[in-house]
């Protein structure tokens, strides 16, 4: 029994055909939505690449931009053959193609869907790669006279002051990393040679941050050294000076902008699969309503239209026997049948092969 059947007139199969038509067109341009959101994607990813650990997680955004880039040609290909469905006769040029390109499209929508999923699945591994490569930044956010690395500090300062965001999980994890480079320290005096000293790696570390962890709305002058000595400045309590310094730590803000960026992203890249899907499905009852007129042989005739010839049971069935029965071909029977002169490859019982 067929799966959703439905019943075509001449007219209903021509403006079925003529609106695939429109939706495939509308299609293209979603897939060029997809390219577009591939390319920003990618581009956000690789303005901020000195600060992630992994390059691993290109992939969704190169996901997206094959996926828009097929989207364009099998749509375009689609509208071609609804255009031409309009006049039933041009229909036969297509038979054979329509069947396979239905298959070809719903194993993509499924690449859609995918793409899709990863856009949410994504905010763990790039949390994780955020992680390790701030932390990296920071560690070498001094070394402004090395190559390769010389870019970080601006890098970092300017990441915190566009995020209003101050470390990696809080300000604090400046108290653990020498940030001043050695060049800027007086040897000279005492309280540094003592403060490095006193350190097993040979470190200069101090309860202070960059300028670029300044509250720019705080009331009072930034204090971005002796934060937690209160005796150090006037009318001070580190505690509860929470204006003075970005609470927040770089990683959760980038974080929470990228996972922004993702769900648009991802809501889009859904939407676009349902509406692919859905033209599929027109295309489907179209193919199937104008082989049956093929049948009939008048092309004004009405004619049934369905997604499935059978049941899904026994659609799953057909298709495992054919792939059985395939395996089954490529093992060529050797027995040998001799008809007077002429030698034959017997096939099974009642087919016959000549050599």
Request: glycine share 6%; hydrophobic share 40%; proline share 2%.
């Amino acid at each position: 029994m067929a799966v959703l059947k439905v019943k075509f007139t001449k007219t209903k199969r021509d403006k079925l055909a003529q609106l695939l038509w429109i939706l495939n067109w509308i299609s293209v341009v979603t897939g060029v939505i997809l390219f577009s959101l591939g390319i920003y994607l990618k581009v956000e990813l690789i303005k901020r690449e000195e600060l992630m650990a992994q390059r691993a997680i290109q992939y969704v955004p190169n996901m997206l931009i094959a996926v828009g880039l097929i989207a364009c040609a099998i749509n375009f290909l689609g509208g071609k053959i609804c255009y031409d469905c309009v006049d039933s006769t041009k229909f036969l040029r297509w038979k054979l193609i329509l069947l396979p390109y239905i298959i070809c499209t719903f194993f993509f929508t499924f690449c859609v869907l995918a793409g899709a999923l990863m856009c949410y699945s994504m905010r763990g591994e790039l949390e994780e790669s955020l992680n390790q490569g701030l932390a990296e930044a920071m560690k070498f956010y001094k070394d402004t006279d090395t190559p390769g690395r010389c870019f970080l500090k601006r890098t970092v300062d300017m990441l915190q002051i566009e995020f209003q965001c101050c470390g990696n999980n809080g300000y604090k994890d400046w108290f653990q990393i020498q940030w001043i480079s050695s060049r800027y320290l007086d040897m000279s005096k005492k309280e540094v040679v003592d403060r490095l000293r006193s350190n097993v790696e040979g470190r200069y570390l101090m309860d202070g941050v960059p300028f670029s962890c300044c509250n720019t709305f705080s009331p009072r002058p930034c204090i971005q050294q002796h934060i937690t000595n209160n005796s150090a400045h006037f009318n001070y309590e580190h505690q509860t000076e929470i204006l003075n310094l970005w609470m927040k730590g770089c990683r959760q803000a980038l974080l929470e902008h990228y996972t922004h960026i993702m769900q648009s992203i991802g809501l889009t890249v859904l939407i676009t699969w349902l509406f692919e899907l859905s033209v599929l499905t027109g295309v489907r009852f179209l193919q199937t309503s104008l082989e049956n007129v093929l049948k009939h042989g008048d092309p004004n005739s009405e004619s049934e239209g369905w997604l499935l010839e059978n049941s899904l049971m026994e659609t799953a069935r057909i298709n495992l026997n054919i792939i059985k029965n395939l395996g089954k071909c490529n093992q060529i029977d050797t027995r040998v049948a001799y008809y007077g002169d002429m030698e034959f490859y017997l096939m099974d019982e009642t087919t016959l092969r000549t050599i």
